[in-house]
């Protein structure tokens, strides 16, 4: 049997997904060729990319509103610095959550004045800042809607006139939000949309055409816009894997009822957390993210008899990020709540041997 997959990404991927993705590089659509042998203009990857467009706006209920689907390369972290090549005039504002918030605003500084609304570094990243305020003549907001890294997620978007663009590379397709608010939403596909390999972009295309800068082909939007993703070789897999897990989503009644699973799942682990003396939760209970949960264990001396127990159930990826220690579970979509379970269970049985 599959180990209980709590890692933070590359992450776990529905069972059934693998299954016809391995098979898709066998043989794709019984034509006796591999998916990984075909050209990316032909029909049938023109059909699986022009799918998984569709399923993006559709599960995020955003269809004939004006946006349009990009799957790009070079990660979430290519985004940071596309979304301000292409947006940013004179200047942008930040929200800064953390690590990748941070990382954002680096690369935002290239391009132009940068106004950090608030941050939570006074508290290592433990809390999402409320009750900021947005400058208007700014021509963005960004914001990263889940704090992967520390565990906090955003559970309500700020009001504003201008352009709202959000990272939401850790919990995209897993709650339902008015995603008609957002003007830009980018995804690296690794943590809840497939493999590896490709960056979703959802975007408004009304916010571009701002700047007057010279952007290079790569880095401009309007150009892969024009080419609908095609302007090079797309990542033909990751797109496929990630059609395929679009669909799975779909299939099991979309958006509205995995939230309802996520919910599940994350309740089940944050009251362990704080009924178990042995551990403790590292951010604001109100903030705490429904995708991933960071817990410490109060007496150091038993995480070494910890860490071989849940090795022993056959659980990986429970170690936090190196930056932050202690322990960190990710139960994306595609983790079964049985899998939550058998933590819960490892942390019930340490506490009966302590
Ligand atoms: C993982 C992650 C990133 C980085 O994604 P890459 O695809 O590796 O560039 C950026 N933002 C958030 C919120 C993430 O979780």
């Not at 953390?98 to 433990?126: C, H, M, P, Y």
């Not at 003549?137 to 520390?150: E, K, R």
């Not at 290079?216 to 990542?235: C, G, I, Q, W």
Request: proline share 4%; aromatic share 10%.
């Amino acid at each position: 049997m599959k180990k209980h997959n709590f890692s933070a990404g590359p992450c776990i991927l529905p069972e059934e997904v693998l299954q016809k993705a391995s098979k898709a590089v066998i043989d794709f659509n019984n034509d006796d060729l591999s998916l990984l042998e075909i050209s990316h203009r032909s029909a049938p990857f023109v059909d699986v990319i022009e799918n998984a467009r569709q399923l993006v706006l559709e599960l995020l209920e955003i269809e004939n509103k004006g946006y349009k689907v990009l799957f790009l390369h070079g990660g979430a972290s290519t985004q940071f610095l596309m979304t301000a090549y292409n947006l940013l005039h004179k200047k942008a504002a930040y929200l800064n959550t953390g690590t990748w918030s941070a990382k954002a605003i680096k690369e935002a500084k290239i391009f132009g004045e940068l106004v950090e609304v608030a941050s939570s570094k006074d508290q290592n990243f433990s809390y999402i800042p409320k009750g900021y305020k947005i400058p208007i003549d700014a021509d963005y907001f960004h914001c990263t809607s889940n704090n992967t890294i520390f565990g906090t997620q955003m559970k309500e978007f700020p009001e504003t006139e201008i352009p709202l663009i959000c990272d939401m590379s850790s919990d995209i397709f897993s709650r339902q939000l008015d995603f008609s608010k957002f003007d830009l939403i980018y995804a690296g596909a690794q943590k809840n949309m497939g493999p590896a390999g490709t960056t979703l972009v959802v975007i408004k295309e009304d916010i571009l055409g701002k700047v007057e800068r010279e952007i290079p082909s790569m880095l401009n939007y309007k150009v892969h816009l024009d080419r609908e993703s095609m302007f090079n070789t797309p990542a033909v897999f990751p797109i496929y894997v990630s059609m395929l897990t679009l669909e799975w989503l779909k299939k099991l009644g979309g958006i509205s009822f995995i939230e309802k699973v996520n919910i599940k799942k994350a309740n089940l682990l944050y009251s362990e957390i704080d009924r178990n003396p042995l551990f403790q939760g590292v951010v604001a209970n109100e903030d705490r993210s429904v995708m991933n949960a960071t817990f410490t264990i109060q007496d150091k001396r038993l995480e070494k008899v910890f860490d071989a127990m849940w090795k022993d159930a056959r659980i990986n990826g429970l170690n936090g990020h190196r930056s932050v220690g202690g322990y960190r579970a990710s139960m994306y979509n595609a983790l079964p709540l049985f899998s939550v379970q058998a933590l819960v269970d490892v942390m019930k049985e340490l506490e009966r041997k302590a």
